[in-house]
């Protein structure tokens, strides 16, 4: 099946999505957006991957390398700021989710809702 | 010094986010004074840099002296530079307010300049970015520094805010993937690269699907109806300097991007025209549906929050209607809806904090205390239901005759139905300020502490009065504005 690793991202990316909607539990919700962006990540270094290839490492005085026998670094590069930024967000909501704890002293949402209503 | 100047508007705000939590817990004052400093300068910077682009075209700023594609580069056309004036301009102005604020534990006041100094970073780099994934870091710097400064408006704001960092996280996963797919059939991401290799490909379906989804998650981003049901609850329970901010900036920078995808970077043709005509309807029925919110309103910030929803729909109609007239209407009304929104939000916090007032219903006989507030507050609204000499009055002419000039007589209608309900919710605000007496309780409260019902002080009045000056302003001179920095703006196609 030819760009398998597209159809994949996309699975991903709803099975994350639905998580997010349809959990009950606001740290669920939170897992489920790292699901959400872990497809973003799976598609970006699927993006790099060939068989046969070596890292994208040439030792000095090296006759010109050649680009296909070298992995494409540049996908991994912009996936690791993009993991950080990942673990950026996750940091915040979690500093809110705990905010939401000590305040309301609970993390599902029907029962938050009712509290916020009272 | 002057060669770096694109590079001077992101870091400094940047560098002064670094070092203004470490320097605040020595002096909040010398905090201030640096946050305000760096702001004033990236704002100059900025002024300076649009001056230098309409004078010589595109500046191309290669970071490190490493060209595109192999290195990171910033782009500043005239369209970069005037919102990047924008942006600058607003983040000075809010942080004026927001060091108007009385001073708490000097800590925290630490903690809040450093937000505000990373959401006007984060900003301008969005604005400022030559590629699409230095565009999405700059999104993400500025989403979440837009989370911790509107999460600090108590308990509630939390979970408010959380809901907003679930759908802003998903947008800019939606983005991110778009961005990849077209990665994937171009090899490029740099901006200018992408507009080069797209048009080879532009049938694609994959090309179709990045498009789908970098609008979405803009659209999602910019609480674009029916996308908006994050942004109200977001935006009621924040501090007032955040709001101020984060109301007036982060959505015009969003549809900067959109404006920047679909006309500079996608080529025209049936993919991008349906785009087109699908951001067209939700733009017409936003801005019908978001002044429907606002009137139902009884709370004056959710309101005034509830109205933001109408107004990113003007800006959004603007870029439907793909022509001129339309797209210069709306770059007008993103400067005009910045100014008259931060202003009436600044204002609204200042009657709040001096009388208590947050329901409509409370304003009754405000403008007898705080005569230069309410005038301000006049001053936003009439340009907001746009009535001239007011800036909102031009901006909305212009999308009027890009309409016209369409012939989509429905959106004509959605602007003309939208303004009157605008005047609906806003003249409700007036009749209670001016023409009501003050409810017996609110007159108990003035007897017991002298200090309420009193103009706030010079740091907290002078930005919203600056704001209702700048209002006047855009309307005054809207036609120098237009010709000097929104006309050389405008994408080529539509020229």
Redesign the interface.
């Known amino acids: 099946m030819p760009h398998a690793d ?1 159809a994949i ?1 996309v699975v991903l ?1 709803l099975l994350g ?1 639905h998580g ?1 909607l349809a959990s009950a539990s ?1 740290v669920r ?2 897992m489920a ?1 790292g699901v ?2 872990v ?2 990540i799976v ?2 270094v699927s ?1 790099s991957a060939k068989s046969g290839a070596q890292p994208p490492i040439v030792a000095p005085g090296a006759e010109a390398p050649l680009a296909r026998a070298h992995v494409n670094p540049l ?1 991994h590069a ?1 996936m690791l ?2 993991i950080v ?1 990942g673990v ?2 996750t940091g ?2 979690l500093a ?2 705990v ?2 704890q000590r ?2 002293g609970t993390l599902d949402e029907a029962e ?1 809702l009712r509290r ?1 209503r009272e | 010094m002057t060669e770096h100047l694109p590079v001077l508007i992101v870091t400094l705000p940047l560098a002064a986010a670094v070092v203004v939590p470490v320097v605040a817990l020595a002096s909040g004052r010398a905090a201030r004074a640096v946050s305000l400093g760096a702001l004033a300068a990236s704002h100059l910077a900025a002024l300076a840099a649009l001056r230098a682009v309409l004078a010589d075209g595109t500046w191309r700023y290669p970071l490190g002296g490493w060209p595109e594609p192999w290195g990171i580069e910033y782009v500043l056309d005239p369209l970069a530079g005037a919102m990047a004036v924008l942006v600058s301009f607003m983040a000075l102005v809010a942080a004026c307010y927001a060091g108007g604020a009385p001073a708490g534990a000097s800590r925290s006041s630490g903690v809040e300049h450093a937000l505000h100094l990373l959401l006007a970073a984060g900003l301008v780099g969005i604005v400022l970015a030559g590629d699409a ?1 230095n565009l ?2 700059f999104l ?1 710097i500025s989403a ?1 520094a837009g ?2 400064l509107l ?1 600090r408006g108590g ?2 704001a ?2 408010a ?2 809901r907003y ?2 759908v802003g ?2 947008a ?2 939606f983005y ?2 778009g961005v ?2 077209l ?2 059939v171009t090899g490029t ?1 740099g901006l200018a690269d992408l507009a080069a290799r797209l048009p080879a490909v532009a049938e694609t379906g ?1 090309v179709g699907v990045a498009l789908a989804l970098v609008v979405v998650g803009l659209a999602l981003k910019i609480a674009l109806y029916p996308l908006h049901g994050w942004l109200p609850d977001a935006y009621a329970h924040a501090p007032a300097p955040a709001l101020a901010f984060v109301a007036s900036a982060t959505g015009k920078v969003g549809v900067y991007v959109l404006l920047r995808f679909l006309f500079f970077v996608f080529p025209e043709g049936e993919a991008s025209r349906r785009v087109l005509e699908l951001l067209g309807l939700a733009g017409a029925l936003a801005v019908v549906a978001g002044s429907l919110f606002a009137l139902a309103e009884r709370d004056l910030r959710r309101m005034l929050a509830c109205s933001s929803v109408g107004q990113i729909g003007y800006l959004v109609l603007g870029l439907a209607l793909a022509n001129a007239w339309g797209l210069v209407g709306a770059l007008l009304h993103a400067a005009n809806h910045a100014v008259m929104k931060a202003c009436l939000f600044m204002a609204a916090a200042n009657v709040s904090e001096s009388t208590g007032a947050a329901r409509v219903d409370d304003y009754a006989g405000v403008a007898r205390h705080l005569p230069l507030t309410m005038a301000a507050f006049v001053a936003a609204s009439l340009s907001m239901i746009g009535l001239p000499p007011f800036g909102g009055f031009f901006s909305k002419w212009y999308l009027v005759l890009g309409a016209l000039e369409r012939g989509a007589w429905l959106y004509v209608l959605a602007i003309v139905a939208s303004s009157l309900l605008t005047a609906a919710y806003l003249f409700r605000v007036l009749e209670q300020a001016y023409f009501r007496a003050p409810a017996p309780e609110a007159r108990e409260g003035a007897a017991l502490a002298p200090s309420i019902g009193r103009e706030a002080r010079p740091a907290q009045l002078v930005p919203v009065l600056v704001l209702a000056l700048g209002v006047l302003g855009l309307g005054l001179f809207n036609q120098l504005l237009v010709d000097a920095a929104l006309v050389p703006a405008l994408p080529a196609r539509v020229r």
Request: aromatic residues 14%; glycine residues 4%; charged residues 10%.
């Open positions: 597209y991202a990316l999505l997010v606001l919700k939170l957006l959400v962006q497809a973003v598609l970006f993006l996908p912009l700021t993009a930024v950026s967000t915040v909501a809110l989710l905010r939401i305040r309301y938050l916020l | 994934f999405f870091v993400e979440l989370y911790g999460a308990d509630r939390a979970v805010v959380f960092l679930l996280t998903i800019a996963s991110l993937l990849g797919y990665y994937a991401l994959i």
